[in-house]
């Protein structure tokens, strides 16, 4: 979560309820009226003490054209407005623009109902015209402060220099106020597919909810992550996932090929990291000197593979996909260590973490790699309920006997002894009967299978054969259509990796020293 702001900001609620206003006209009353709705109707932030935000649909029922109208002849300076009924009416057009579609967070960017709220709330609402005539409206905001000079001034936030007219003749403190009222009006609409960069000041429209400090909370490698309640008024979520079950079309298995190959060029290059050096030689300077480190991510599930759009491509599935999270990833110069403080990773973990004596090395990532692409595969044939709960629920059925409890993990471990679960053999046979899979998708198959979903470590496929077997198989599809575009069913028995025995503990002095090149298989 971010930092709080320096100073509390919103609107004091008053000691009322703040639910929302029934039947209540935005015309009755005084102008301290509108400046009292707007209070009764902030939100306090839940995990932010003493911040509040006013919600955009408060906004909209509270500041309309009538209201604005108004409270312009009921301000400060009413002599003014009460004398010029087209000019209120023009201010009042201003504030609340009409829209020709529903209001959307974009629709905001050219209203000053923003703008007009904070100047409400300090009770300079007559001001509006000021700012209208310099050409400032909600998109302007946030106003960015100036203190060098002494006493405050407010800027726009793309001119660092000049300071904004329409505060000419304000007192300091009435500066201060704007600028710390206004992040109650800031607190942004969220959509899907959107990047939002947001500074230490910004309310985020989350409301108070009870799922905090229920069974929701985990913990990341560097923090805690909570479910939250966004306000209805700021999110265009429809409630459901919307992951479709995509059709089997070249595009699409061509991405996902160019997926798995991107991830896995991604990965060999923490896997491959070097580092230089220099170091003194003598009267001829300095002598610049490589070492190859050995890198492993530690952390690698779908969770830590973001999703980027790729304006390049098609509608459809696309995008790029990208290995993120790196909280857990270490750079040595041994190959392996113990596996004595590894971060427990419930699902995805190899077998070489549950087994006495075992050290963790870069063949770690290349099991959940494996993990990863079987997920992939099983998306692409089966849909996102086969890939996220009923391949799941095959591995929780089929845990060791004697497990007290049982987890979707991949591998079991019975006297000492890692096996890959049957469960996971039988669901690629599963996938092998599809008759939409193709050459290529077989092919992964067999590889994940073979080298990548190996109990013992030392028969995994290293990152650069991966890379490696994947570019061959690229270059298969891009000289033969039918390799990639025609599917067929595979009626298969498939052999299990043979199990591994793991490590004698008892023959094993200190496992953190040990740096043995593992095997390297032939893919």
């Not at 509006?128 to 050409?135: A, H, L, T």
Request: net charge positive; glycine share 6%; with cysteine.
């Amino acid at each position: 979560m971010m930092p709080p702001p320096s100073k509390t900001t919103g609107p004091a609620p008053d000691n009322v309820s703040r639910g929302r206003q029934t039947g209540q006209s935005s015309l009755s009353g005084t102008a301290e009226s509108l400046s009292q709705q707007l209070k009764k109707s902030s939100v306090q932030h839940p995990y932010l003490e003493g911040n509040c935000f006013v919600p955009l649909d408060s906004l909209e029922r509270l500041i309309t054209e009538q209201s604005v109208v108004m409270n312009l002849q009921r301000s400060r300076d009413n002599d003014k407005f009460l004398k010029d009924a087209r000019l209120c009416t023009t201010i009042g057009q201003f504030v609340c623009p009409k829209l020709q579609t529903h209001s959307t967070s974009r629709d905001w960017d050219t209203s000053g109902r923003k703008l007009f709220g904070i100047l409400v709330l300090i009770d300079k609402s007559h001001a509006i015209d000021q700012f209208r005539g310099e050409g400032l409206s909600d998109k302007d905001l946030p106003f960015r402060i100036d203190r060098a000079g002494g006493s405050p001034q407010l800027c726009r936030k793309q001119d660092s220099k000049s300071p904004i007219k329409a505060f000419s003749g304000w007192k300091p403190a009435e500066l201060e106020s704007f600028e710390a009222l206004q992040w109650s009006f800031l607190s942004p609409f969220l959509s899907i597919h959107r990047h939002y960069d947001v500074g230490n000041k910004v309310l985020l429209p989350f409301v108070h909810s009870d799922e905090r400090h229920d069974s929701s909370l985990r913990s990341g490698g560097y923090g805690s992550v909570f479910k939250v309640r966004i306000h209805h008024a700021h999110h265009n979520f429809n409630g459901g996932e919307q992951v479709p079950r995509p059709k089997l079309t070249r595009h699409v298995i061509l991405w996902m090929a160019d997926q798995c190959q991107g991830l896995s060029t991604g990965l060999n290059k923490i896997h491959s990291y070097q580092s230089r050096f220099d170091l003194p030689c003598g009267s001829k300077g300095l002598s610049s000197i490589r070492t190859k480190l050995y890198g492993r991510h530690g952390d690698l599930k779908p969770e830590n593979v973001l999703w980027f759009k790729d304006h390049r491509s098609p509608e459809g599935v696309n995008g790029i996909l990208k290995i993120s999270d790196f909280g857990f990833a270490e750079i040595n110069s041994n190959e392996s260590r113990s596996n004595k403080h590894v971060p427990p990773m419930p699902t995805y973990r190899p077998p070489e973490c549950d087994l006495p004596g075992e050290v963790i090395s870069q063949s770690f990532d290349i099991w959940t790699l494996g993990c990863l692409y079987l997920e992939f595969a099983t998306w692409l044939l089966k849909g996102f309920d086969a890939a996220c709960d009923t391949f799941p629920d095959a591995r929780l059925g089929d845990g060791a006997k004697q497990d007290a409890f049982v987890e979707d993990m991949f591998f079991r471990i019975e006297a000492r002894t890692a096996h890959l679960k049957a469960s996971v053999v039988k669901w690629i046979d599963y996938l092998h009967a599809e008759r939409n899979c193709t050459g290529y998708l077989h092919e992964l198959l067999d590889f994940i299978l073979a080298f990548l979903l190996h109990p013992d470590p030392r028969e995994r496929a290293t990152c650069a054969q991966v890379v490696q077997k994947l570019s061959s198989m690229q270059e298969k599809y891009q000289k033969n259509a039918a390799y990639i575009l025609e599917g067929f069913s595979r009626s298969t028995t498939s052999m299990a990796p043979l199990p591994y025995h793991g490590k004698d503990p008892r023959t094993s002095n200190n496992a953190s020293t040990l740096s043995t090149t593992p095997a390297q298989p032939k893919v």
